[in-house]
């Protein structure tokens, strides 16, 4: 099962917005409704973000959303600020029951 | 509300083998899928598989299946990974994480705080 693809790194000032992609294919992103995304800061937890495509966890702030077409995913990020700076992972349940990740996204606010 | 405590770090070495625990607490145990996930130095994260604690069905990567066994012990809520044949590519932080199955959710939240494996000759 090969990883999703993210682009390695994205940047952003404070206030802007990006959007960090992930691409699967017919068997994970494109079959299923079931991604999620996670933000990771090294040396600590994953903290789940966004899941089922869109939604939002209790408590994770409005400036993340999340969308998908056909096999792309993406994960928006508006507002930018400094404590967004970490690593972003998308994460797809497959038609083998398993699990993939993204190879992971590192966003860096300027 | 859920949390998880997984053992202690662990320095092995090459071609030996390693058991970590995750200690589930603050709800059924019976009703959660528990899933490993680790990540190595300067990669991303990587999906190791999961357990179904009641019937100990498993469901591993193909990248570690024949390595890597999944058990958990329901008298006393935790769960095991335990991955044989170890090579300095298994050197990374591994996680434990729930999904509930019960109605299924398909994501991964809480997460445990890790277990760091160094493997080193």
């Known amino acids: 099962q090969s990883a999703l693809a993210q682009p390695a790194s994205v940047s952003g000032s404070p206030g802007q917005s990006i959007t960090i992609s992930c691409t699967g294919t017919?068997?994970?992103?494109?079959?299923?409704?079931?991604v999620t995304w996670y933000q990771h800061h090294p040396g600590q937890v994953p903290k789940l973000i966004i899941y089922?495509?869109?939604k939002r966890p209790s408590g994770v702030s409005r400036r993340f959303s999340g969308s998908k077409s056909g096999s792309t995913a993406s994960l928006s990020i508006s507002g930018l600020r400094a404590e967004d700076e970490a690593d972003y992972f998308c994460?797809?349940?497959?038609?083998?029951?398993?699990?993939?990740f993204g190879g992971g996204t590192r966003l860096t606010v300027l | 509300e859920v949390q998880l405590l997984q053992s202690g770090a662990e320095v092995k070495k090459p071609g030996s083998s390693v058991k970590i625990s995750c200690k589930f607490s603050?709800?059924?145990?019976?009703?959660?899928?528990i899933h490993w996930v680790r990540r190595a130095p300067g990669r991303g994260l990587e999906w190791v598989g999961l357990?179904?604690?009641?019937?100990?069905?498993?469901v591993y990567a193909e990248s570690l299946e024949g390595r890597v066994t999944l058990s958990a012990d329901t008298s006393i809520d935790t769960a095991y990974m335990q991955l044989r044949s170890l090579t300095s590519e298994d050197t990374a932080v591994y996680f434990c994480?729930?999904?509930?199955?019960?109605?299924?959710?398909?994501?991964?939240?809480?997460w445990g705080p890790g277990t760091l494996v160094i493997v080193s000759s």
């Open positions: 994480a729930t999904e509930k199955w019960l109605p299924r959710s398909y994501f991964f939240d809480p």
């Open positions: 603050g709800n059924t145990f019976g009703d959660y899928y």
């Open positions: 357990v179904e604690p009641e019937e100990g069905h498993t």
């Open positions: 017919s068997i994970d992103v494109g079959e299923y409704d079931y």
């Open positions: 089922d495509v869109s």
């Open positions: 994460s797809s349940y497959t038609d083998k029951f398993t699990w993939v």
